[in-house]
């Protein structure tokens, strides 16, 4: 006779008879149907789940859907190991499940072995044009603030194109002391990057919806810096940081030092590029 297992999702999972709920995290929230037979291994067991942003009803059912199974020639096992087994060979198992899931605007659809490799799952995946920003392009500014650059996804610029508008870019460069006082210059720019909603034929959508703007501050190191330089982890020799309205070079960097236990050096000493 069949006896119900419970189906263990999360840390705060209540049971009642064959089901399972799972508030999830709030942060993860995908809908989804699912079918799944579980492994006959380390997941074993078949069950029924249904998900809604991120909460989990899970229901567990007798094994009305087998696990793939696939035999494997066991190349690896001496003749010992073949004469104790009486047999030369072993099941691979992996779970097969049916339904879907949406995920931050992608939908999958799983009708099969589910392996987690490209080549051997059963699965369809497809983003949804209607959830999806599209990248429009790239814009530099100078010293002051002003626009003197700018990378359209549209014009189709060739790769080598694009380095040279960006190495064009007007740098500033200052000297900071990091947090253990060695002192390191540093070479910054401004690049600003624009998304607008709606892909494919739903681009209309970006009329209703504002684009989303983000300009970073590109931060390019002399050397390794932060806690961790000169360990088998390595320190940070370049990446980028938001910056807030209103902000310039000086002012971001300022604030950065200030974030990460670095002490800015002063304005007199700071050499312009």
Known sequence: MFKFRHQRYGD????WGPFTYSPGLPHFKTTSIMLNTGDDDEYPGCYLQFKIRGRSLIVA????????????????WDDATKARLGRDWYYNTDARMFGFYIFEGYLCIKY?????????????GYSLPWTQWRYIGLRYYDLTGQL????????????????????????KSFQFLDFDGEAISVKTYIEEMEH?????????????????????LMLQFQKETGRRKKSWKGGTVGHSIRMLPGELHESAFRRYCQEHDMTFVRAEDVVES
């Open 12 to 15: 705060n999972d209540k049971y």
């Open 196 to 216: 607008r909603f709606g892909t494919k034929s739903f681009k209309w959508l970006s009329w209703f919806v504002a684009p989303k703007i983000s300009r970073s």
């Open 148 to 171: 003197c650059a700018t990378i359209n996804d549209a014009d189709k610029l060739p790769w080598k194109e694009c380095i040279k508008i960006q190495d064009a870019a007007p740098t």
């Open 61 to 76: 059912l007798p094994p009305i859907i087998k696990p793939y199974k696939e035999k494997v020639t066991a190349s690896g």
């Open 112 to 124: 099969g072995r589910s392996a987690d490799t490209s080549t051997k799952d059963k699965s369809w």
